[in-house]
């Protein structure tokens, strides 16, 4: 941890965790996602504050939302699609208002990094009617939540701060402040505020529009909001992260830089737009600001419908100013796979010599459904696998459809799924690929590894029971590297008239990090039938020749390619 008295050289989500530290809050609460992941990890390492993991996004914004109740500043943090699973909330909690701030930190992914969409959450900002802040590097990040509690407290009400990956991710130096002053009020007893039942909540929409109109005249003063007048022949309106790669391309230009796109400052629009000759607004994703300007009939010089999609850069700012469409892309340099030893590719490969149908879900898994492997035929969203596998199941003929989903995805939202499939009658079988951690993000916690935030022991679910209560008819524990008792297994639940869970059950090998002996394929015994190549293992090598051998760098020794020769051409090196 950083003396925070001393210069300090922060990603865009640590300045978040320091900002929010110095504006004293009490309480966070989060669940991993990236690009916002690192938020909570940082908090999670002050000890005078209780910072914490979430089974979902909706229950991380509701604790938050108790701490500020109870009069305490609070921070809720999520990606982009994460804050859809907490816009029930969200909504709600914009017209009761708050007690001590709360700010909703969403960080966007623009060219889908580490996400099924790449949407701009940006547009959730008027439609919850809530303000919003975007901050365009890190030491803005640092001092805007500051300012966002404040304006959270004084115009009672849960303020946005949005990130994108490369403010998230993006390290800067500068100067924190030492001072931190836990703010408390008092925690009332207020039924008309915080119970919206229509009575309640028609008066609280009425007190929220005049909210907005206080917060209207704000964005039109605030210091958030920086009008730089340079060469008046072409000036920009911008926020974000575009705004640095706008600087970069056109240093000498006007910029009016937004840190606070909603309510959005027409006033001070309008007043810098008399000021330059051509006006641009270069933004990421959507046309948000864009929109907003024709709306109020200033004429504004936007981009190509090609930009919509992906990131932004400072070759793509030129493009955009002088008329440019998107150049196609390149494609990506690698192509993502599962890791050597992945507990998941055996139960993959069984899968797909199975020949069902599989409904997927979001975590590491999800790359089962690339060739060679392709053993995975749905993904949308956290927590859909089972329901999918409960209707495609009622209404096909003759395909049996398997359900697999990750551990902390179905303590996410897995669990209401198999809930209803057990309700509703679901005959079939759902696989969770427990891995004992949340991979995908980078190895957190969560309620079935019984290790809280900061490491300490804790009670620790059991996914076996939970299972059953949910009504699932049998609850079975396999570990999936025996590849041939998993086939048995699946071949027998599938064959019943029951509703099975199969828990295969092996450790995540950036948790596990034990290896044993490197796989070595004997070239006499080879016959090239390439069942092998089928494991889509990285450390398994085809050569131009046709020949194959074994990285012994990459190999952890895990003993699957051995298990699917049918020539005992794969031995340990060395000898058994």
Excluded at 405 to 420: A, E, N
Aim: contains cysteine; aromatic residues 6%; glycine residues 8%.
């Amino acid at each position: 941890m950083p003396n925070e008295q001393e210069e300090v050289f922060l990603s865009g989500n640590e300045a978040v965790a320091w900002g929010a530290w110095a504006a004293g809050i009490s309480f966070a609460s989060a669940y991993p996602g990236t690009p916002s992941t690192e938020i909570l990890e940082t908090l999670g390492t002050f000890k005078d504050l209780e910072a914490q993991w979430a089974v979902n996004e909706k229950v991380a914004y509701e604790a938050a939302f108790g701490a500020s109740l109870a009069g305490r500043r609070a921070l809720t943090a999520c990606k982009h699609v994460g804050l859809n699973v907490a816009m029930d909330p969200l909504m709600t909690t914009a017209y009761s208002g708050v007690n001590g701030g709360l700010v909703v930190v969403v960080a966007d992914d623009p060219g889908m990094h580490s996400s099924q969409n790449e949407q701009d959450t940006r547009r959730v900002a008027p439609y919850a009617k809530v303000p919003l802040l975007e901050p365009s590097s890190p030491s803005e990040a640092y001092s805007f939540i500051q300012q966002a509690f404040d304006i959270s407290e004084e115009f009672d009400v849960p303020v946005m701060l949005r990130l994108t990956t490369r403010i998230s991710h993006t390290k800067e130096s500068f100067r924190t402040s030492s001072n931190r002053e836990p703010a408390r009020r008092e925690l009332r007893k207020d039924p008309r505020k915080y119970v919206m039942i229509p009575a309640h909540a028609r008066p609280r929409h009425t007190d929220l529009e005049k909210r907005l109109s206080a917060l209207r005249a704000l964005s039109e003063r605030t210091s958030l909001n920086r009008m730089e007048l340079n060469d008046r022949k072409i000036g920009f309106i911008t926020s974000g992260v575009s705004a640095l790669y706008a600087k970069e391309v056109y240093p000498d230009a006007s910029f009016l830089t937004l840190g606070m796109t909603f309510p959005f400052p027409v006033d001070l629009a309008r007043a810098f737009a008399r000021e330059v000759e051509t006006l641009y607004v270069i933004e990421e994703l959507e046309p948000f600001l864009e929109e907003k300007l024709r709306q109020e009939s200033i004429s504004v010089t936007g981009k190509k419908p090609s930009w919509v999609c992906g990131e932004l850069s400072p070759a793509a700012v030129r493009d955009i100013v002088e008329g440019r469409d998107r150049p196609p892309s390149a494609g990506r340099a690698r192509r993502p796979l599962l890791c050597p030893g992945c507990p998941h590719r055996p139960a993959f490969y069984s899968l797909k010599k199975s020949g069902v149908y599989v409904t997927g879900d979001i975590g590491c898994y999800t790359l089962g459904a690339l060739e060679p492997l392709a053993a995975l035929h749905t993904q949308t969203c956290m927590g859909a696998s089972i329901p999918f596998f409960e209707g495609a199941g009622k209404m096909q003929d003759g395909q049996k459809v398997v359900a697999v989903i990750g551990d902390s995805t179905f303590i996410h939202t897995g669990v209401s799924g198999l809930i209803s499939a057990a309700y509703n009658g679901a005959k079939g079988v759902v696989i969770i690929m427990d891995n004992s951690i949340t991979a995908m993000t980078g190895g957190q916690q969560n309620p079935a590894t019984g290790v809280t935030l900061q490491g300490k022991e804790t009670k620790r679910l059991s996914l076996e029971k939970l299972c059953a209560a949910a009504g699932a008819d049998q609850v079975d524990v396999i570990d999936p590297f025996d590849i041939d008792g998993f086939r048995r297994l699946l071949e027998l639940r599938l064959g019943q008239d029951s509703l099975s869970v199969i828990i295969t059950r092996s450790p995540c090998k950036m948790i596990d990090r034990s290896r044993g002996p490197a796989a070595a394929i004997d070239p006499e015994k080879c016959r090239k039938c390439r069942q092998c190549l089928l494991l889509d293992c990285p450390a398994i090598i085809e050569g131009d020749d046709g020949g194959i051998s074994v990285n012994s760098s990459l190999c952890v020794g895990c003993g699957l390619c051995r298990k699917v020769c049918k020539f005992g051409a794969i031995s340990p090196a060395g000898g058994e």
